[in-house]
């Protein structure tokens, strides 16, 4: 097999991800980013325009979101400099979200490389289950860094197996376990190596924890791939180069940038988060809350299949019988999801700090789906009728769930969870924060007078701003700061912020909503107006 | 010796088909629930029948509590009667309330409506006929609480407490010379006195406790404490006293040395 089919498969992610953004609204974090890239814009054109102002302003406009490093955020900037700016040919937030899309398709080519060592139906399969549930499918769309990071650890793992020799191009020479590969590998992939990891540094943070996954992997592999392993290693020394170059914020006063950047994820506040009826606020988090909520929001065929990749996984280290390439694959999902298994890390956000998981999981995923369709189709199905049977089972829920919730990914749950509306009778996170606005943004612009105020609750003003932007939201309608200020309010539902629709009937006057955003009954955004307002009840 | 080998080959065979059965099987149940989840919940036409039924056969002093409390689409609906969210159905205060219209959805995921109705009778309710309106159940509940003989706060203020909305008013938190005081006149019997700090600062724990002293005719008949709120404790705290029958001057006065929260109250009396 060549690289034709993951190429293929990352084009299509490209184009269902850019075909079903537009009703994707604007998470909390993602209006800061916007924010951010318009900054990192402005000194884009200025380096284009008086470099050396450039070099000595940094400060002033990479200081904006200082605790995450800048390269997708300057992504987002460069994409809407070309695409919004200069050619004029795309929206806002399309422009800044083309470069997520850009990871997702990453995400994908790398997923069906890894997967392609095992099958080329394998190779078809992993990034199909990762991406067939609502929760990915959602993030993929964001302007942030969570998938971003997400296929920069795959990518870091693929070109760490390519720069070691245990994973090639042509995926019918699978380095058996023990052996060294004849030829030594050229200096390039280990260059690549070190850039791509750079690259993930230059991301997020979760790349931190990459060095000691690969130095445990090298440690672990056969001698003669260990000491070809450790020889790679150094190359990581460039992760710092490129996360420097980067991010002009570090170009002056390194130290404490750093210093920010590290001290802000070490202090991070703690969100409330709703779990099985408790208001989780603080350590000790449940040990086993980022299993428990992968089995609730994610579909269930995936569930099983990823919990079974898992299980084979443990049981293959457990026995020896994990290639390298395998062994790198749990060392890396394992990274992605343990810190969060501490009880004291963040736990907010649903699943999208532990995605990586997820996506390391899938190509074990997809091999036994590619398994048991080759086992019936040796009791005499036919093989392309069973990889059918495997595909349609393991990815029909997921699509339904897509099909039925999207773009309001983050209230999506799973059959175990009893969909929507079970896990609002479990106790679980409704939404977070404010993304599902969109749904009642119609409604606003068509009943609400000129110039009227509306307490958009949970929608910053950086989001609020970005859908007048978009041409989502009437240029006319205003901010309000709590409902004593407004004539309309949309409340999104969220445990933790349940005062504020008694204070909205307070001060209306009236307990009946105007209207609402309700997915299978359950209260996403409820829209309140004063009496004798257009759209009032 | 073919012949022989030959069924438990094909049982061999057929049992390499199990994994993409099972798979298959799990696809299958996966998109039935999927598929059948809407056809469980109910639509519009079923909420406007069942809020249609209350404005028929509803009196002055009935109330709709929603089950699963998270069912508050019914909120557009049903304009013609006050809707309550309680979670706890057994212990939760009705006050003024004589029959209880539980409107729920039975065949929600995890609705547990058996629960919500063990509840109500665990505190007496006698239960009414149930009435379906496609994917809702209507039924009636006579509370049989005491007579409430006097609001001393408005019951059309609501705040939320524990996650719940309350009818509660708000009163100032004043210092300890200083207290916020709420002041009513109303008619003796048992005194039902419920407050709780409303929000997110109730989980505040480092802010200290709030007090509330009542008075009667300027004399102290009880304290209420209200401590911030550590799961699962309740925050919203209660106290019930008699008070001497006839009209009377009742004062709540309330006081922390933490004041900058908000805080909410409710008192009634009732028949003893």
């Known amino acids: 097999m060549t690289r034709r089919l993951p190429l293929a498969l990352a084009a299509l992610t490209f184009a269902a991800l850019f075909a079903t953004q537009s009703g994707v609204g604007f998470v909390r974090d993602e209006g800061y980013y916007f924010e951010a890239a318009r900054s990192y814009e402005q000194w884009v054109l200025l380096l284009l325009r008086a470099p050396a102002a450039a070099l000595r302003d940094t400060g002033r406009y990479w200081s904006l979101n200082f605790e995450h490093p800048g390269l997708a955020k300057l992504l987002f900037a460069l994409s809407h400099l070309v695409f919004t700016t200069w050619l004029g040919w795309l929206p806002d937030t399309l422009a800044f979200r083309l470069p997520a899309f850009a990871f997702g398709a990453l995400l994908t080519y790398w997923l069906a490389m890894l997967a392609a060592q095992r099958s080329r139906a394998a190779a078809v399969f992993a990034p199909a289950l990762f991406w067939g549930a609502e929760r990915t499918f959602f993030h993929g769309h ?139 606020r603080g350590p000790p988090f449940p040990i086993f809350y980022p299993l428990a909520l992968l089995a609730l929001v994610l579909p269930l065929p995936q569930v099983i299949l990823f919990a079974a990749a898992g299980a084979k996984l443990l049981w293959d280290f457990a026995h020896r019988a994990l290639s390298p390439l395998r062994l790198l694959e749990l060392g890396l999902a394992g990274a992605a999801i343990l810190p969060f298994m501490l009880r004291t890390t963040p736990i907010f956000g649903g699943i999208k700090h532990w995605l990586a998981f997820v996506a390391l999981l899938a190509p074990e995923a997809a091999h036994l789906l590619a398994g048991a369709a080759g086992l019936a189709s040796q009791a005499g199905l036919p093989r392309a009728r069973a990889l059918g049977i495997a595909a349609a089972a393991a990815l029909l829920p997921g699509l339904w769930q897509i099909a039925h919730v999207h773009p309001y990914g983050t209230s999506a749950y799973g059959e175990l969870a009893g969909g929507v509306p079970g896990a609002a009778s479990l106790g679980m996170q409704r939404q977070y924060w404010s993304n599902n606005v969109t749904a009642v943004l119609p409604w606003l612009n068509a009943h609400a007078p000129r110039g009227a105020r509306v307490f958009f609750h949970e929608v910053n003003p950086e989001s609020y701003r970005a859908y007048q932007q978009a041409g989502m939201l009437r240029a006319d309608i205003q901010y309000a700061s709590g409902p004593w200020d407004a004539q309309y309010a949309a409340l999104q539902w969220h445990r933790e912020f349940r005062d504020r629709e008694p204070e909205t009937w307070n001060a209306f006057g009236t307990r009946t909503p105007a209207t609402g955003f309700y997915l299978d009954e359950t209260p996403q955004v409820v829209v309140y107006a004063r009496p004798g307002l257009p759209g009032a009840p | ?255 922390a040395r933490d004041a900058d929260r908000p805080f909410c109250l409710a008192a009634w009396t009732t028949a003893p």
């Open chain 1, 142 to 280: 964001l302007a942030c860094f969570d998938v971003p990071i997400c296929a920069l650890t795959v990518g870091v793992g693929v070109a760490w197996a390519r720069a070691i020799g245990i994973l090639e191009s042509s995926p019918s020479t699978v380095t058996p376990p023990s052996t060294l590969p004849s030829t030594p590998t050229p200096p390039r992939r280990s260059l690549f190596f070190g850039f791509l990891f750079g690259c993930a540094l230059a991301v997020k943070h979760n790349a931190w924890l990459l060095p000691a996954v690969l130095l445990v992997h090298a440690l672990l592999l056969p001698a003669g791939l260990r000491r070809r392993a450790l020889r790679t290693l150094p190359w990581l020394l460039l992760g710092p180069i490129v996360l420097f170059a980067a991010w002009p914020l570090l170009w002056h006063d390194p130290v404490r940038h750093l210093s920010d950047w590290v001290s802000f994820h070490a202090h991070h506040v703690h969100y409330a988060w709703y779990y099985f009826g408790r208001e989780l």
């Open chain 2, 1 to 255: 010796m073919e012949d022989a080998a030959a069924p438990a080959r094909r049982r061999s065979d057929r049992a390499r088909a199990v994994p993409l059965l099972a798979i298959a099987a799990l696809g299958v149940c996966a998109l039935v629930f999927d598929v059948t989840l809407p056809l469980r919940l109910p639509g519009d036409a079923d909420h406007a029948e069942a809020a249609a039924a209350l404005r028929v056969r509803a009196g002055p002093r009935d109330a709709v509590q929603l089950w699963p409390p998270w069912a508050e689409r019914a909120r557009m609906f049903i304009r013609t009667l006050p809707v309550r969210t309680e979670e706890d159905l057994r212990a939760a205060d009705y006050p003024g309330v004589e029959r209880l219209w539980l409107l729920a959805m039975p065949r929600a995921p995890f609705a547990r409506l058996s629960r919500a109705r063990a509840a109500l009778r665990e505190r007496g309710a006698i239960a009414g006929e149930e009435m379906r309106f496609g994917g809702l159940s209507l039924q009636p509940w006579d509370l049989r609480g005491p007579r409430v003989l006097s609001f001393l706060t408005d019951p059309r203020e609501e705040h939320e407490i524990d996650y719940v909305p309350r009818q509660c008013m708000q009163v100032r938190i004043g210092p300890p010379p200083d207290p916020g005081t709420l002041e009513a006149r109303g008619l003796g019997g048992v005194l039902h006195v419920r407050a709780g700090i409303v929000g997110e600062r109730a989980y505040q724990v480092a802010r200290g406790q709030v007090r509330v002293e009542v008075q009667i005719d300027g004399a102290p008949l009880a304290t209420l404490t209200v401590p911030p709120t550590v799961p699962p404790e309740p925050g919203w705290r209660r106290i019930e006293v008699a008070a001497p029958s006839g009209e009377h001057a009742f004062a709540f006065r309330v006081s």
